[in-house]
């Protein structure tokens, strides 16, 4: 039996989401750091690029370079996040410390690649608010940072690729904070029920994001029958302007986009409840949701099966055909926050229907997260097709 239901987990997990919500004096970020700011004798350090994130860099009297991070405002989860370009035009061995300020924990563990598409894990050792590591540097820029970099443009790029393939409506939901798209796809069926797919509402869960890309292309892929009956919305980037400045966690209007599904502030969340709600008075119906994210295991938190009637054993059903397609386990942590903007609390209360909200773990073997995301999409389908 792979299938294990872990309530016990579930208080240590929303101690490591929430974080410590203790406020301190708001960190009045450096200005971006150009390359002037980080040169030291042959090494130069870059964050001109999405995704970016240096805060402010110096070297030690041993010749680490200190590469701080900070989070873009306060209180927030914290969950450091950097990456950065380096090279060298003398090829040599630098000692780096990633240092979080505010805070910070150390989190993520850091990853190179020459052509940002190859990444592998650096050798490293963490503090509580460290991260040490030493990397050979030389012309060739490296990107260093705490997972693989898929940004808005790689977004658009994927979305344009299947909706030729497939023939499927691409669109933008409506525009973030700072006017980026929050570029959209639909498969449209004869039918009008739907599901809805959502990620990436905190920047750094690349882990999240990359099991949404498995899921949507397997479901593209072997939903034939499903898409016939079906509709499905695709919406993978929900915070492009995190996205683009490399932000710990939050949208540029100052808050947690996966806690504001109640009060919708940002135009983020605006945006898709708009079109939720246009669908439904136009005579359609939300049959569930899927919220992708990462955090420090694998998890499927769900809502209790009692707390929407309506297919109340919808997530256990679907999760428990999964764990028999898989030789990993599938951990389900059913919990209610009621009053709390999570996309899933808001699928639920505000259009009565169950929702995951579907974890990877940060360091989770990528072929696991790939062979795991497309079993969830085939379990799905079969569930869906199999309902009345
Ligand atoms: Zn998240």
């Known amino acids: 039996m792979k299938y ?11 101690m490591f989401l929430l974080g ?23 090494v130069v350090l870059q964050n001109n690029f999405q ?3 240096i805060d402010g860099c110096k070297q030690r009297e041993d010749g680490t370079i200190v590469v701080m991070t900070a989070p873009e405002d306060q209180p927030i989860n914290p969950s450091p996040w950097y990456a950065f370009k380096v090279s060298s035009a003398t090829p040599q061995t630098v000692a780096f410390e990633i240092l979080a300020l ?3 924990r150390a989190r993520y563990n850091p990853k190179a690649s020459t052509d940002r598409e190859n990444w592998r894990e650096i050798e490293h050792s963490k503090g509580d608010h460290t991260i040490y590591f030493e990397l050979t540097v030389g012309p060739e820029p490296k990107w260093v940072a705490g997972q693989e970099l898929f940004d808005n443009d790689d977004y658009v790029a994927w979305l344009n690729t299947l909706a030729s393939a497939y023939n499927l409506e691409r669109f933008s939901l409506g ?10 796809l639909v498969s449209r069926s004869e039918g009008t029920e739907w599901l809805i797919l959502v990620g990436r509402q905190h920047p750094p869960e ?9 899921f949507v292309e397997a479901m593209l892929e072997h939903g034939d029958e499903f898409l016939a009956r079906y509709n499905v919305l695709i919406a993978p980037n929900l915070n492009p302007d995190g996205v683009a400045l490399g932000n710990w966690r939050h949208s540029t209007g100052g808050g947690d986009l996966n806690r504001d599904w109640f009060a919708r502030t940002q135009p983020e969340t605006a945006a898709v409840h708009e079109y939720l709600k246009e669908l439904r008075a136009t005579g359609h119906t939300l049959v569930y949701g899927v919220d992708f994210h990462s955090t420090w295991r694998n998890v499927y938190y769900t809502m209790p099966a009692d707390y929407v009637s309506n297919e109340p054993t919808f997530s256990q059903d679907w999760l428990q055909l999964l764990a028999e397609k898989i030789p990993y386990d599938v951990v389900e942590a059913p919990g209610a926050t009621p009053g709390r903007g999570i996309f899933k609390q808001y699928m639920a209360d505000e259009h009565g229907i169950h929702s995951v909200t579907y974890e990877v773990g940060d360091e989770t073997d990528r072929a696991e997260i790939t062979a795991t995301a497309r079993a969830a999409a085939q379990a799905l389908m079969e569930y869906m097709l199999a309902r009345d």
């Open 51 to 53: 995704q970016g994130r």
């Open 175 to 184: 525009n973030s904070a700072q006017n980026r798209q929050l570029p959209a």
């Open 102 to 104: 505010e805070e910070g």
């Open 206 to 214: 690349l882990t999240g994001a990359m099991a949404m890309l498995d």
């Open 4 to 14: 294990l239901k872990s309530a016990s987990a579930i208080a240590l997990t929303s």
């Open 20 to 42: 410590c919500n203790a406020v301190t004096e708001p960190h009045s970020a450096l200005p971006e750091a150009s390359p002037e700011h980080c040169r030291f004798g042959d």
